[in-house]
C-alpha cells in the first residue's frame, strides 16, 4: 500500500513538471518566433514610409515683397501628407557671419499637389533665396508682371547625374488669381510666368 502511495505521488510530480514546462514554453515564445518564414508585418516601418509627393507652394506678391535681406526657409511638417516652407530674414552681414531672427517671419501655403516625389537617395536641407534673386524678382513683379498676383514655388529634385544631385529645390513663378482659384490645373498653365529664380540649396550652395 505504500508503495502504491509513492508511485501515485510520483506520478502526480512528473505531470505537474510537465504542465509547468509546457507553460513556460507557451509565454516565452514570440511573434517572431511563431511566424512563418515568409510573413511578414502588417505596419510598414518607418524607413518605407519616407515617400511622397512635393506640393506646389504660393505666397502672395504683397508678403513677397516683405521679405528682407536674404531668406533662409526651412522645410516644416503641416501633417502627415504635407510639407511647407518658413522662412528666416538674414540680419545682415558681420564679421563674415550672417544672422537671424529667432522666430520664423514668413511662411508659403498650399497650392497643389505636384508630380515631384521624394524618397531614398534626396536631402531635405534648407533653402536660401538670395538678396540679389529676392531684388530680381521685385524688378520683375513691378515692371514685367504688374498683375500678378501670387508667387508660386514649384519643387524640383535635382538629378543624381548633376552637381548637388537629390537636393529639393524650388523653382519660382509668377502667377494671377485665376491661376490660383484652377487648383486642378497644375502649373505650367497659361496663367504663370516662369521668372528662372529658385531656392539655393544651402550647403552645400551654388551661388545664385
Not at 511578414?40 to 504683397?62: F, H, I, K, R
Not at 538678396?131 to 520683375?140: A, G, H, K, Y
Not at 498683375?147 to 544631385?165: D, N, T, W
Amino acid at each position: 500500500m505504500k508503495n502504491l502511495s509513492s508511485l501515485v505521488n510520483l506520478s502526480v510530480f512528473f505531470i505537474s513538471m510537465a504542465l509547468v514546462f509546457i507553460a513556460c514554453n507557451s509565454n516565452n515564445s514570440s511573434p517572431a518566433n511563431s511566424a512563418t518564414p515568409n510573413s511578414t508585418s502588417a505596419t510598414a516601418s518607418p524607413a518605407t514610409q519616407l515617400t511622397g509627393n512635393l506640393d506646389t507652394l504660393y505666397m502672395s506678391v504683397e508678403d513677397f515683397k516683405k521679405l528682407k535681406n536674404r531668406v533662409v526657409f526651412r522645410f516644416y511638417i503641416m501633417d502627415s501628407s504635407h510639407l511647407t516652407l518658413h522662412g528666416w530674414f538674414g540680419r545682415g552681414q558681420h564679421t563674415q557671419k550672417w544672422t537671424f531672427d529667432t522666430l520664423n517671419n514668413t511662411s508659403l501655403s498650399l497650392y497643389s499637389q505636384s508630380k515631384v516625389t521624394y524618397g531614398p537617395g534626396d536631402y531635405f536641407g534648407d533653402l536660401l533665396l538670395h538678396d540679389t534673386t529676392r531684388q530680381r524678382l521685385d524688378i520683375m513683379i513691378k515692371y514685367s508682371n504688374p498683375k500678378a498676383i501670387y508667387v508660386l514655388f514649384e519643387p524640383e529634385v535635382i538629378p543624381a547625374s548633376e552637381p548637388f544631385g537629390g537636393q529639393l529645390i524650388y523653382n519660382i513663378s509668377l502667377t494671377n488669381r485665376e491661376a490660383i482659384l484652377k487648383s486642378a490645373s497644375m502649373p505650367p498653365n497659361p496663367f504663370t510666368t516662369p521668372t528662372g529664380a529658385k531656392t539655393n540649396p544651402c550647403p552645400p550652395g551654388s551661388g545664385e
